[in-house]
């Protein structure tokens, strides 16, 4: 059995804030520890926003773009954030281009996607965790989770939980050097029954590496995927 996606996690210079402003954006509960936003249904995952010293260096390995239902609904998302401690940001994208381009208080990068993206229909408030990344790693995450590729083509990649949900896209080369460490990553839960270190071993054989982040828990062993990316694996849940 594969693990399940157990969280995203954000590395942020007051969790506290941030999970306050993704809570208010996506419509999220607060766990009782104020820096994890619970699921609202089986398709979503946890997020949790953990403390860092570390300042943003360049853009984000992974940004999310969110749905909409109609233009209203994406002005109320664009409006929704900015009251939050949002701001527009230009990335480059054209004025003819209908998504909007914001990031959070600590600079993450997010966009607002426009009614009838096909693409995106059958997803969430998520609709996708859209990343800069290789092929290999797109075929890497689909084994690592048994999500199975929803498109493969031109080296891009992107996979979906077979029930549904948010899906994750790799654009393709070329991919951005990586600078440090990612703001975002993935934290990975094996079977209730499962084992901690025969799924690491099992990763390793896909391609991972362990790492060693600084951050010492018994709890998670960090790992990077093909690419360098960080995640974790924790103790089964």
């Known amino acids: 059995m594969t693990p399940h996606l157990f969280a995203l996690s954000f590395d942020a210079h007051d969790p506290r804030r941030l999970a306050h402003f ?47 239902t109609s233009l209203e609904h994406q002005e109320q998302t664009v409006t929704k954030a900015l009251e939050l401690g949002g701001r527009h940001i230009d990335i480059g994208q054209l004025p ?17 996607i426009e009614p009838g993206n096909n693409f995106l229909a059958d997803t969430g408030l998520i609709g996708a965790l859209s990343s800069d990344g290789s092929q290999e790693v797109g075929y890497f995450w689909s084994e690592a989770l048994g999500w199975p ?55 390793v054989s896909l391609g991972a590496t362990r ?15 093909p690419d360098g990316n960080e995640f974790c694996v924790l103790t089964p849940r």
Not at 155 to 160: D, F, S
Not at 173 to 202: C, I, S, Y
């Open 149 to 203: 590729l929803v498109w493969d083509q031109d080296e891009e990649t992107a996979i979906q939980a077979p029930g549904g949900g948010s899906k994750i896209t790799w654009g393709g080369p070329p991919v951005r050097p990586k600078t440090g460490r990612n703001r975002l990553h993935f934290d990975l839960a094996p079977p209730a029954d499962g084992d901690q270190q025969a799924e690491v071993d099992r990763l």
């Open 211 to 225: 790492i060693d982040t600084g951050r010492s828990e018994a709890s998670r062993v960090a790992m990077a995927d």
């Open 22 to 68: 993704w809570a208010g954006v996506l419509g999220r509960e607060t766990a009782d520890d104020g820096v994890t936003l619970l699921p609202s249904d089986d398709t979503e995952f946890r997020i949790h926003f953990l403390p860092t010293q570390e300042q943003k260096d360049g853009p984000n390995q992974m940004h999310f773009d969110l749905t909409s």
């Open 96 to 112: 003819e281009e209908g998504h909007v381009v914001l990031a959070d208080p600590e600079g993450n990068e997010f966009c607002v």
